[in-house]
């Protein structure tokens, strides 16, 4: 009985599976003309249809297919669908005219694809165009322009300006020692001085170890392989890790821990613990992150909450200043293979410039691309505006720290461990040591 | 499963306490559970800002149901949700008619390349997806499939139900194995050949593994992830995993946490729903049917 | 047997054939990426640059990679060991005769199939918080004032932390393969050894492990096939990339596949083919032992 029971279901699941199939195969016959049609853009977003990002796309979007009359396939991919799928379907020679992401994934990791783009772009960097930004671009597409900018961002100690008056602190601290007395009066208040999520911590340690030997010199450190020709040519200095400046800014956070100066979860935050149980609250002063913090902070933090901001601080006798600083932007790019290259470009107008750039600024809490909403930035991100215009250095993603990946996940840890005090330097220097193959 | 009615008819003190021990550990651990998943129902009526105050299972202001709507709200989950029917149901038919039969062969006769088959499908299984993925796909874009959507759909059942081939027969293997040969003796001694054999006798009385697998099986595929992203890469093939797997992640970049729950909770819903079904109506019947 | 021929291949071609489609070159494929240097998965043969076994030594002579192996290892032994012995005692419990059965299965089950992202967010927000966490919580009402304070997702202790929320998950789907294979034996043995006299944990001794074997079986290859393909749940408590404490070869071959992090590094898909490769021969390795261990032709019931 019960047998006859399951084949029944079987077949019944049979049955009505084959009906959905043809049901869907029939909706869809219709809509299939248009996506090989050629006359249709297809865009392929690095955004989740829930964020503020892509519903402002989306308008953008929509204005344009109303005021041009071509239409737009936008699919939203999200960030990791985005990195695992593009580079797939664009080998496989699919149908995308527009894609973004990072600067450098799309000009360096997947930059077989995007088309040059200079002529016709000409216009619309005199006219609207944001030098840095520009710049940027040209350098990670081998110096020619291949992409254009959007949603510019910065790293920086983002800092709870009531905290720091609660402390008697006047101004942000702009050097080590100003930092040092900035922590201990926060210290002596009973606040906690510096929190982080071990995420950006390597992006920490890029700028603190690059404050004492520049990019360059943080690459020859972690031995990057992209740069291990020019260490050889001896066009850049090799530094390694028994250089008495790497031991010098290791000491540094040994002592700021030793102070007490991190919090004690240092080690033990996994994004987003820092950022939202010790940040948000009010229970941490400073915090390290990148410009995107507000926008994800909107919800957890209390409404009245004052944003402050500051370059990482500068040391005696280094090699860079707080004018170098980590900037860059996600930027859209055209495939070389399409053949809608003038309207892909049309729209990358609409999305980057103008009326669109400015909701972004509104509605995602972004930094604006558009030279004429240059006043547009958020009040939460004013402190990061200043950073943002000093900054005449720019450093690759977490100052090239990152750059090797056997080293990166022994480097993480152990900057975690040295913060949180668990680790002294000496220890710290011996294993990243071995890890990075010296 | 005489044994079970005994239960139900009468309660038997003695026998319970001699059970106890047993009790007591799975309703600690049923209890773990509830307060793990009960926290993930909680914090998907909450705040993200209660959340991080540790105050989840307090509510300190109220239920907030408004992330459910928020999360529907991204609109195509009906797309998702009979794309993944579809996709699930017709695959794990179809692994049920094709990997039966190979298992039971697999594990009933002694034939060259039986050991070389078994291993080449337990090695399949320990090669990584993106090497699989990657390639086929090159392989399929090539032959011109992608812009058809009826023709996706056939393939990426075709392929889920290829890739799951080796799993489902790895795991059949023992349950034919283990089946006594007496049936068969019994079937050939009266004339049943022996594709009928498997069909009458041997397949029903595989029944539990056949539908635990089809369990695993039915959940492989509602939650597969990067096979759907890589071939169903258009609105309209789109599965629930990849859909909502995009949602989840825009909650955690707008650092809506409770948003996120919410979303969690829509995912799960309906694996949990099929789940209970599957498993209370199913499994609950075959083992009364096999042995009654 | 002969008689059979027809059955055996007419059973076995279609999921042979099918079988051949889907992974015959892609396998092929990886085996030969293993030997190049190969910028992405996607790229075509022609751009390929042999390096002979240059892969194989160069992860033999990484010291990440050591440590993402012993990493696996770790989890597959350990985790292992935890997870059968629970999903096996849970399975024994259930199908000793208690009340409510189905309740009980459904709900050991269940966190199976919650997202795993939900899951690690639970864990790692609530669970092992050291400042609200349920576990601090827990230790705190038993008077471990001292254990308590402990940072469980720091680097000494996020191991631990991650294999215990991993176990947790999995236990559910090992105890239902267990109950399959526990229903399967006959009730008679059960009553015939009650008749005799012996207890439960008697009958367990000596009625269901030895009728088990073949379920053993299929448990270990299940558990070192999720093992091996394991890595949503180390990205989930990483931070950007990988964390030396928590690192396995599939992350380590994703971070050489798609790149690790914001960073943009160098990808080598031939070298992640080569990790591929070398966990795909400890799976067949492990299966080939099993099947010489545990024979269970000789099983009968």
Not at chain 2, 53 to 76: C, M, R, V
Not at chain 2, 120 to 130: D, K, Q
Not at chain 2, 229 to 234: K, R, Y
Request: hydrophobic share 45%; net charge negative; glycine share 8%.
């Amino acid at each position: 009985m019960k047998r006859k029971l399951i084949s029944a279901l079987l077949c019944a699941a049979m049955v009505g599976t084959m009906l959905i199939g043809c049901g869907g195969g029939g909706d869809s016959k219709s809509s299939d003309g248009g996506s090989d049609g050629g006359n249709k853009l297809v865009y392929w977003a690095m955004w989740s249809e829930e964020e503020p990002q892509a519903k402002i796309i989306q308008e953008a979007v929509e204005k344009y297919t109303a005021d041009t009359g071509v239409e737009v396939d936008v699919q939203f991919k999200g960030r990791t669908g985005q990195r695992e799928g593009i580079e797939a379907a664009l080998g496989a020679k699919q149908n995308i005219d527009i894609f973004d992401e990072s600067a450098d994934r799309v000009n360096r990791a997947w930059g077989a694809y995007p088309m040059d783009i200079e002529e016709m772009a000409k216009d619309y960097e005199a006219e609207h165009g944001n030098e840095l930004l520009f710049k940027i671009c040209r350098e990670t597409a081998g110096g020619t322009l291949k992409s254009i900018p959007y949603q510019p961002y910065i790293y920086g100690f983002f800092y709870n300006k009531a905290l720091f008056k609660e402390a008697g602190i006047d101004a942000a601290p702009k050097t080590w020692e100003e930092l040092d007395a900035a922590c201990a009066k926060l210290k002596e208040a009973g606040i906690t001085p510096i929190t982080g999520d071990t995420a950006y911590q390597n992006n920490a340690f890029g700028h603190h170890m690059a404050r004492f030997v520049g990019q360059d010199g943080v690459k020859t450190l972690v031995n990057d392989p992209a740069v291990a020709e020019k260490v050889e040519s001896g066009e850049i200095e090799d530094i390694t890790w028994d250089d008495p400046k790497v031991a010098e800014a290791v000491k540094a956070i040994e002592d700021f821990a030793s102070k007490g100066y991190y919090s004690e979860n240092m080690s033990a935050n996994v994004y987003p613990a820092g950022q939202n149980q010790e940040f948000a609250p009010g229970e941490a002063a400073m915090i390290w992150c990148g410009s995107w913090l507000p926008n994800e902070l909107k919800n957890a933090v209390a409404e009245d909450f004052e944003w402050g901001f500051f370059c990482y601080p500068s040391v005696p006798g280094g090699v860079d200043d707080e004018t170098a600083n980590n900037v860059g932007a996600q930027v859209l790019a055209i495939n070389k293979d399409s053949k809608m290259a003038k309207e892909a470009f049309e729209l990358i107008t609409y999305i980057t410039a103008g009326e669109f750039d400015k909701k972004m600024t509104e509605e995602a809490m972004c930094i604006p691309t558009d030279k004429a909403n240059g006043d547009a930035w958020p009040a939460e991100l004013a402190g990061a505006k200043e950073g943002f215009d000093s900054t005449v250095t720019f450093y690759d993603e977490a100052v090239g720290a990152e750059t090797n990946v056997d080293l990166t996940p022994v480097l993480n840890e152990s900057v975690c461990k040295l913060m949180a005090g668990t680790m002294t330097a000496d220890e710290f220097i011996s294993a990243c040591k071995a890890a990075s193959g010296e | 499963m005489a044994k079970e009615n005994k239960i139900k008819t009468k309660f038997n003190l003695k026998k319970e306490l001699k059970l106890a021990p047993g009790y007591i550990i799975i309703i600690l651990w049923t209890l773990f559970i509830f307060v793990l998943l009960g926290w993930i129902l909680a914090a998907s009526m909450s705040t993200t800002a209660d959340i991080f105050a540790g105050d989840a299972l307090k509510f300190p202001t109220g239920l907030h149901f408004e992330n459910y709507i928020q999360a529907w709200g991204s609109g195509g989950v009906q797309t998702f949700f009979m794309n993944s029917l579809l996709y699930s149901l017709v695959s794990c038919v179809l692994l049920v008619l094709i990997c039966a039969p190979a298992a039971y062969v697999l594990a009933r006769f002694t034939f060259l390349g039986n050991k070389i088959i078994q291993t080449s499908f337990v090695s399949a299984m320990g090669v990584p997806i993106t090497m699989i993925v990657l390639p086929l796909f090159g392989v399929v874009a090539n032959m011109g499939i992608l812009n058809n959507i009826s023709a996706s759909k056939v393939t990426l059942i075709f392929l889920y139900v290829g890739i799951n081939i080796p799993y489902t027969i790895i795991f059949l293997l023992t349950f034919f194995a283990n089946l006594s040969r007496t049936y068969e003796e019994a079937a050939a001694i009266d004339g049943c050949p022996p594709s009928k054999t498997f069909w009458k006798i041997m397949f029903p009385m595989a029944q539990s593994g056949i539908v635990t697998v089809t369990i695993f099986n039915f959940i492989n595929i509602w939650n597969e992830y990067f096979l759907s992203l890589i071939f169903a890469n258009n609105d309209q093939l789109r599965p629930v995993a990849v859909g909502l797997y995009g949602m989840l992640e825009s909650m955690q970049y707008t650092g809506n946490w409770a948003g996120m729950f919410a979303a969690v909770m829509i995912v799960f819903l309906p694996t949990f729903i099929l789940y209970l079904f599957l498993s209370e109506k199913i499994i609950g019947g075959i083992t009364g049917g096999i042995k009654g | 047997m002969k008689r059979n021929k027809g059955m055996i291949i007419g059973f076995l071609a279609p999921a042979v054939i099918m079988f051949l489609l889907v992974f015959l070159y892609p396998i092929c494929r990886t085996v030969a990426m293993s030997f190049f240097k190969i910028d992405a998965v996607t790229s075509t043969a022609d751009t390929w640059q042999f390096v002979g076994i240059g892969n194989y030594q160069k992860l033999f002579t990484t010291d990440i990679f050591k440590t993402a192996m012993f990493n696996i290892g770790r989890i597959w032994l350990l985790g292992g060991i935890i997870v059968l012995v629970l999903s096996l005692l849970f399975g024994v419990i259930l199908t000793s005769g208690i009340r409510g059965k189905k309740f009980f299965r459904a709900i050991i089950y269940l966190p199976n199939i919650v997202s795993a992202v939900a899951l690690a967010t639970m864990w790692k927000q609530y669970v092992f918080s050291p400042k609200f966490g349920l576990l601090k919580g827990i230790l705190d009402t038993l008077g471990f004032h001292e254990l308590a304070k402990t940072q469980w997702l720091a680097p000494e202790n996020v191991f631990w932390a991650l294999l215990f929320a991993y176990c947790f998950g999995m236990v559910g789907y090992h105890m239902l393969i267990w109950m399959s294979g526990i229903e399967r034996i006959s009730p008679e043995y059960y009553e015939a050894a009650t008749i005799d006299g012996s207890n439960k944990i008697q009958q367990f001794r000596y009625i269901t492990l030895p009728l088990l074997k073949g379920v053993f079986k299929t448990n270990i290859t299940m558990w070192s096939i999720s093992t091996a393909a394991f890595f949503v749940w180390s990205q989930l408590f990483s931070s950007v990339t990988a964390n030396k404490a928590t690192i396995v070869p599939a992350q380590y071959m994703y971070m050489n596949t798609f790149g690790g992090g914001n960073a943009v590094t160098e990808r080598n898909a031939g070298y992640a083919a080569a990790i591929g490769i070398i966990l795909c021969l400890c799976i067949v390795i492990i299966f080939t032992v099993c099947n010489a261990v545990i024979k269970d032709d000789d099983l009968e019931f």
